[in-house]
């Protein structure tokens, strides 16, 4: 088994897009169906991001949000599979892919 | 943040708080809104509405993470009112009264000019209409606005339908939703400022009276976007009906509200919901009244309209929930489809197109008739009604001309209606049925 690294991203977006009150209860449906259904490969559901941030360079700091990024980093988690296909099972899964422009990274942790 | 040990700890804690069966986002979206609008006034109800939605966002982001809080209404208040507070900040239009309505604890600097919350005050009621929701519902049955625009107001703003389903359920386009919209919260400003000290006047007791049959009507819209809902995979969303049925409730516990028509209102919601379970029993598609298994009815939610129904009697006050009430008990009380007392019905249509005319309720009429006299009799009223252009490209007029012609053996033209008819129908479930019953008459 090996550790997968579930990076989610989203659009940079002036507005976030109107819901209704039922797609998002339907979103927070799908949310613990997803929980219930890889309970044992989510090691840790991890957390979201804050818009704001740092980044250091040689040249120095430059602060966040980074506008020139059309896409922003939302949050993470961990997930235990045996291979990629079955960490991209549990990905597909999830309901962070809700909406067009959301993604999800996956990276294998190598585990040093 | 969990470690895998602290992981099923935390699940099993979620569970015992209820999980998100509890929390209907519908009600705590006109919750937040009602309440921000009582803090704020309604000098920006868009970003209100903001608040609202930015609060709903940041719920399904933490509590799938951490859990459903033990408080969730109060948990999404808090959430929005910053929300709200940090919006108005951004715009530079944060009033001292903000801050003060805030609880802000540092407020004491505030008072340095001298200036007072202004306006900290929220819009007053007299206790007659008791609900704060229902108050603020009534603040966009103003008379001043077309009825259409009240409608679009209040379902938008206190319900949260989206523009794309008020669209649909309006049968007008997005933009013109958006108008209206716009428009009606432009008035909410302007009463806002015009009065005096940011106060909104205060409504007198006949002026509130006179609101509430705009009210009732926002009221029985809400619930028909339930009952037939415009969400092509969702036919029927028992949520929005229940929304509607818990408002009527505080309606008719104020002394305002209180009234024959209410009840009316209030007995026509519980038969229709009455009939829910046997309307889904097709597994996503929309069982027709003839085809439905009465046993699934549930029979207390029928008692009880008929109770009420009894408390509407009023001969000198009869509205079209009157009728329409009456219509449903009809088909409520019938042990089986052929039971069912048509000529009774086609007399209540007459009623009902009387009280509130619309081709539509003819329509209905012809139904009702050509189950009593035969499709013939049925076809012909319909002949003599020269119907709107609306009407005639509506899904419903070729699905009840398709329908008669059907029973009638005119099987060309029956195809020809249903084929229109499954064309303009806005969910998957209604085509589907209109598609069966074209499928059936090529067998035959």
Redesign the interface.
Known sequence: MSKYLFVYRMPQQEKQEQRSPEEMQQMMAQWHAWKEKFSEAILDLGDGLLPTGKILRASGVTDGPFVEAKELLGGYSIVEASDYNAALEVAQGCPMTYAPGFSIEIRELAGF | ????DS??AE?SKETSAG??AE????H??GRIVSALVASFGTADVESIEDAA??A??R???????KGVPEKPGAWLWVVARRAYIDERRKLGKLELRCEQAAGDRSHSHLDVDGSRARGETPTTFPDELGSPELQRLLLCCDESLPAKTQLVLALKILC????R?LALRLMTSADNVQKRLSRGRKALRQAFVASAGGKLPELSNSELGERVPALQHVLYLLFNEGYRSALADKPI?R?LCEEAIRLTRELLQSALGNRPSSWALFALMHFHIAQFPAREAGGGAVVLLEEQDRALWEKPSIEAGLRYLQRAIAPEDFSPYHAEAAISAEHCVAERYEDTRWERIVELYELLEKAAPSPFHTLNRAIALSEWRGPEAGLSLLETLNPPSWLSGYYLWDATLGELHRKAGNAKRAVQHLRQAAEGAPTLAERELLEKRMASIKEA
Request: cysteine-free.
């Open positions: 943040m969990n470690s895998p992981s099923s699940a999980g998100v929390v209907t986002f519908r705590e979206y939605q930015a709903l966002m719920a399904l982001e933490v509590w799938p993470r949260g339908v989206s523009t389903e969303r949520e």
